[in-house]
């Protein structure tokens, strides 16, 4: 009895995992017919949002170092 119900279980199993694999499947997005025009706009506006993010990530790092001019330069190096 119990040989069966593991076979029950494992056959469950595998019909579960094609079942989940064949029928969930995501479907392929269709891919939009853009013109030269709308292309160079979307890279602007890529470009435009990668810069800002750069600025964003050069203000988050900013720091009290970096306010009274400290850096690691002008500190006297130790012989060593």
Request: cysteine-free; proline content about 6%.
């Amino acid at each position: 009895m119990s040989l069966l119900g593991v076979l029950l279980g494992i056959g469950l199993f595998i019909g579960g995992f094609f079942f989940g694999k064949y029928v969930y499947a995501p479907k392929p997005l269709p891919t939009p017919n853009l013109s030269e025009e709308e292309k160079a706009k979307i890279k602007e506006e890529r470009e435009q949002l990668i810069a800002e993010q750069k600025a964003f990530r050069s203000l988050m790092d900013y720091n009290a170092d970096m306010a009274y001019g400290i850096n690691d330069s002008a500190l006297p190096k130790e012989s060593g």
